[in-house]
């Protein structure tokens, strides 16, 4: 093949998208004249090599930059100009050269000895490329280490030999369990300053890995090295003959990546469009691939279909398959009702999660703290729902990661292991498993206040009492009773089990309640509307496609709806969508009455 069109051929199907600057500008030293095939070849192997990004991160002074500096020194992976810029900016500051200042992106942060924010470095072994997210180790920056760890897909802890296991070593441990990182390698550095004692390391590698099995982990790796004089970096030293594992370089070759064939296909949909006769569900590809004929599933509603071909707009550009990364447009054998939001899998592999509820690692970024069963606005890919935090586990000061006294509120720059309940039932992922689907931010208001990622959601039971037909299911308590109990002088409440379904009997009338025979019952929370009619379940439609007919309406409680046209309908739920806790009342108020289909009976063994 000519040399053109090989790098023809390599900006068509990669379009450069991992190519960091740094390889840019490296291969930019190779002479077309003189050395052509030779840039094709590194051009070649930079842009379709597998690629994982991981974190280096521990205690200030424990010499994780000295680490990271010394690997890609040794590596050949810095230009000589960045090795000069460092000896220059030395002997101008009368400091000894440090291998550590070759990560600082500023001459200022140089100048005063510490990492200020998240660096990303790229260099590759003869296995595969890597990103190197450098975390600043001070108290005052951690904050910074969160939005950089928070993509890694492994993570190597540096603990400084002679000091041992310092608290915030377990803190950084700590951290990284909450951003979902499993891959997590310990180097015990600096240990030329213990003699190259194997007992300090076999202590310190007991220590940490008792302490990380309390966090459900394991160490994938403990190293011993001594990064400033480049002891076990990427070569094994006679001075570590003691120890039989990896270098660190071998370290990372032995990490592990899943490839694109066993990663899940996930498509969240965008947009729906309809051209003609075609009804098209655009999205980009988060992850996976798919083809023409494959069946897929749609959720959270369930629904499987099969891919009849990819949207194109010339007959030229039409294809049989696409991948992550690309946006696309998919036509499919059966029309449904499609929404934004919903997510698109093959049925094939592991589906979506369908959750209302479920358990996150949360930084809060709010003016405002992060309220206990306040009312957000949370938004997960391409969708959106109201969300709630229902539970706070934990509590992290993220400029010190000091545990915090568990409180209802998360303030300002912290982290916290919570619990959130959503209005409305997401399709979704457990961050491990998919980064774009498992990851979600939290509107306050109309600001961005907080994101998180999902580290363990159940999927959701089949409602034990309410409506369901097929996949759609309703969670209702229309038909339950409410009492005064004379003795007790309180209201209270006697639940139903009842679960009906498309022509099933409904009782219309009990003690405290007494319906039409023919009405309308808007679940808000579960998006759906079910449609009474002469006393029999007559239909479960999906808020999008549901429509005012002119019958009674009554909220999933029984409350009546006062909704008298479309205009209504359409303003009351537009003030739904748009509720916040302060305006619940206020929309309540204005929208329900509780006096005109129930009442409370009296009951003294209630």
Request: proline share 3%; net charge negative; charged share 25%.
């Given at each position: 093949?000519?040399?053109l ?5 390599s ?5 450069f ?12 030293t190779y002479?077309f ?12 192997s ?29 590596t ?10 460092v ?6 500051t ?8 070759l990560?600082?992106?500023?001459e ?10 998240t660096?990303q ?22 904050k910074?280490?969160?939005?950089g ?5 492994a ?6 030999a002679l ?5 915030q ?7 990284l ?21 194997p ?66 296909f ?9 051209f ?21 599933l ?7 279909t ?20 690309e ?16 997510i ?9 999660i ?26 997960l ?5 109201q969300?709630q ?12 990661l000091?545990?915090l006294?568990?409180?209802n ?23 491990s ?10 509107v ?6 907080g994101g ?37 002088m ?11 379904t ?10 405290s309640?007494r ?23 007559d ?9 005012y007919?002119h019958?009674p ?42 006096n ?5 009976a ?5």
């Open positions: 093949m000519r040399l069109e090989r790098i023809i051929i900006f068509k199907t990669y379009q998208r991992d190519l960091s600057v740094r390889r840019l500008v490296s291969l930019k002479q004249e003189d050395q052509r095939e030779a840039f094709v070849e590194a051009l070649l930079e842009i379709g090599s597998e690629k994982i990004k991981l974190v280096f991160t521990g205690h200030v002074d424990h010499g994780k930059s000295t680490v990271i500096g010394r690997l890609l020194y040794d050949h992976s810095l230009t000589q100009g960045a090795i000069d810029k000896k220059r900016i030395a002997a101008e009368g400091q000894p050269f440090e291998y550590a200042n990560l600082d992106a500023f200022e942060e140089q100048r005063q000895g510490i990492t200020i924010d660096t470095l790229s260099f590759r072994t003869q296995k595969r490329s890597y990103v190197i997210i450098d975390a600043p180790g001070h108290v005052e920056f951690l910074n280490m969160v939005s760890a928070s993509d890694a897909e993570a190597f802890l540096v603990i400084d000091r041992g296991v310092e608290e070593s377990r803190r950084h441990a700590h951290m369990s909450l951003l979902g990182i499993r891959q997590i390698a310990l180097i015990v550095n600096k240990m030329d300053l213990v003699g190259f004692d007992s300090v390391f076999e202590r310190i590698n007991a220590e940490m890995t008792g302490f990380m099995k309390t966090l459900g982990l394991a160490p994938s790796f403990c190293l011993p090295v001594s990064a400033k004089e480049g002891l076990n970096i990427t070569e094994p030293s006679s001075e570590l003959s003691w120890y039989s594992g990896p270098t660190v370089l071998g370290a990372l070759d032995g990490l592990t990546k899943l490839s694109d064939d066993q990663i899940a996930r498509l969240p949909i965008q947009d729906v469009y309809k003609d006769d075609r009804r098209i569900l655009a999205g980009r590809i988060e992850s996976g691939r798919v083809s023409i004929g494959d069946e897929i749609i959720s959270p509603g369930l629904k499987t099969h891919v009849t071909s990819l949207a194109a707009w010339l007959d030229r550009d039409l294809k049989g398959s696409a991948q992550q990364g946006s696309v447009g998919l036509i499919v054998s059966d029309e449904f009702f499609n929404r934004r939001g919903e698109i899998s093959l049925a094939s592999q592991q589906a979506p369908v959750a209302d509820k479920f358990r996150a690692s949360i930084f809060w970024l709010g003016k405002r703290p992060l309220t206990v069963n306040e009312r957000y606005k949370l938004k890919a391409a969708s959106e729902t969300a935090v229902s539970e706070i586990f934990h509590i992290i000061d993220s400029s010190s000091a545990p006294p568990a409180e509120q998360v303030r300002q720059n912290s982290v916290a292991e919570v619990e959130i309940t959503l209005q409305t039932p997401l399709a979704l992922d457990l961050f498993h998919h980064k774009a689907t498992g990851r979600f931010v939290i306050d208001h109309y600001d961005v206040a998180g990622i999902i580290t363990n959601a159940q999927g959701m039971e089949k409602t034990k009492h309410g409506f369901v037909m097929g996949q759609i299911q309703a969670r209702c308590e229309v038909f339950e009773e409410y009492y005064y109990n004379l003795s007790r309180a209201v209270s409440k006697v639940e139903t089990t009842d679960l009906y498309v022509g099933d009997d409904v009782p219309v009338e009990g003690r309640y319906y039409p025979n023919s009405f309308d019952i808007i679940v808000f929370r579960d998006d759906v509307a079910v449609r009474i009619r002469n006393c029999k379940v239909d479960l439609v999906p808020l999008p496609d549901f429509s007919q019958y309406m009554v909220n999933g409680r029984g409350f009546a709806l006062m909704v008298n046209s479309s205009r209504d309908w359409a303003e009351a739920k537009a003030d739904y969508e748009n509720l916040t806790s302060e305006k619940e009342a206020l929309w309540a108020q204005k929208w329900l009455n509780f005109v289909y129930r009442f409370i009296f009951g003294d063994n209630v």
